[in-house]
Nanobody
């Protein structure tokens, strides 16, 4: 049974930081590209950042230099460090695990991030 469990969301003031975590179980973690997506109210879900099993990363243009994605394959966990948060970063953030090798794609339940004064 595959589980992706996000944590670390919450309410933060503009300019603040948060670190999201996603703990995975039931998958061969190192074989999966892990991604963070977000969905704001009334908007489509969008890619924020992805990291391959080997550590290659890519980011949405809107978060380059602001967010950092990382992973710990020993802990089966992926992280999203979010700095200098802005109100427009407010969204539900979802963890995603994707493997072309296993032809699998899994989602976490999401964690709310609210940036507001």
């Amino acid at each position: 049974q595959v589980q992706l469990v996000e944590s670390g969301g919450g309410l933060v003031q503009p300019g603040g930081s948060l670190r999201l975590s996603c703990a995975a179980s039931g998958i061969t973690f190192s074989s999966y590209t892990m991604g963070w997506y977000r969905q704001a109210p009334g908007k489509q879900r969008e890619l924020v950042a992805r990291i391959t099993g080997g550590g290659s990363t890519n980011y949405a243009d809107s978060v380059k230099g602001q967010f950092t994605v990382s992973r710990d394959n020993a802990k089966n966990t992926v992280y999203l460090q979010m700095n200098t948060l802005k109100p427009e970063d407010t969204a539900v953030y979802y963890c995603n695990a994707e493997s072309s090798l296993f032809r699998s794609n899994f989602w976490g339940q999401g964690t709310q991030v609210t940036v507001s004064s």
